[in-house]
């Protein structure tokens, strides 16, 4: 659900992108509600767009005499009416999930607040969602009420694909789904628990000894590891590539910004 007046500022933002040929895909809330029927009275309005648009959208937003910033200069941005915002998303916080072509290649068409669209495709949408385990938020029940509602028509080898190493994070998500939903297993092919089993069958002795990567997942919950444990975060050169000053900056906003 989307109030009136954050409603018009969202359609003023998505209607001044779009015209002023600024490629973006709608996710959020909004993705949500259209792949798996959850409504949720949201927030705000996602926007996912490419890294090279970022400065262009935000031009055209001041333009229309929105306020902007690059809140954390590595993933997010951000366009203020008011109270109001939009979220401009080009990566995760993590580094893992840029948005890329891929992104647009898959996505869906349709119609939100009178101006034409793309969604993000559903394999984004769950490929970005499971790497969200904050103790304040954890997204694992979206990407089951996804899986339920379209696991016969996901791109499953697209999705494996998407994770690439961190496969790992996908059968997490895949053992909760089969218990949540014990009834809807099936809409998991077999092939693709047969794989991510396999490549676990196949570990004969720990990698990387030394590294976190639960800071894949949590950019909180984990900071003992790094602060008191001597671990290395996998966000950071050499295993990631989220420059350490902006680890810094989004450490920072923990309890500030969400």
Not at 70 to 94: M, Q, R, Y
Not at 103 to 109: D, G, L, S, T
Not at 175 to 202: C, M, N, Q, T
Not at 219 to 233: M, N, P, S
């Amino acid at each position: 659900m989307v109030r009136p007046p954050a409603g018009e500022f969202y359609g003023a933002t998505l209607r001044a992108l779009v015209g002023n040929g600024v490629p973006l895909l709608v996710g959020g809330a909004f993705a949500l509600k259209f792949y798996a029927g959850v409504n949720r009275d949201t927030k705000d309005l996602d926007v996912f767009i490419r890294d090279r648009d970022v400065a262009h959208a935000c031009k055209v937003l001041e333009a229309e005499g929105f306020r902007t910033e690059l809140t954390f200069p590595h993933w997010l941005g951000k366009a203020w009416c008011g109270e109001h915002f939009v979220d401009i998303i080009f990566s995760s916080a993590n580094g893992l999930c840029p948005v890329d072509d891929e992104w647009f290649e898959h996505a869906v068409k349709c119609t939100l607040f009178d101006a034409p669209v793309l969604l993000c495709p559903i394999e984004e949408v769950i490929w970005t969602k499971c790497f969200v385990m904050e103790r304040e938020r954890f997204d694992g029940a979206d990407i089951c009420h996804l899986i339920e509602a379209k696991g016969e028509t996901i791109d499953w080898r697209r999705l494996l694909d998407r994770f690439g190493a961190h496969w790992r994070v996908l059968l997490g998500h895949l053992a909760f789904f089969a218990f949540a939903y014990p009834g809807s297993r099936h809409k998991v092919p077999h092939w693709v628990i047969d794989e991510l089993a396999g490549h676990l069958a196949r570990e004969h002795h720990p990698e990387l000894p030394g590294l976190c990567q639960g800071t894949l997942v949590s950019r909180e919950q984990y900071l003992v590891d790094l602060r008191e444990r001597g671990y290395a975060d996998a966000r950071v050169a050499p295993f990631g590539n989220v420059p350490e000053q902006q680890i810094a900056h989004w450490t920072d906003a923990i309890g500030k910004i969400k």
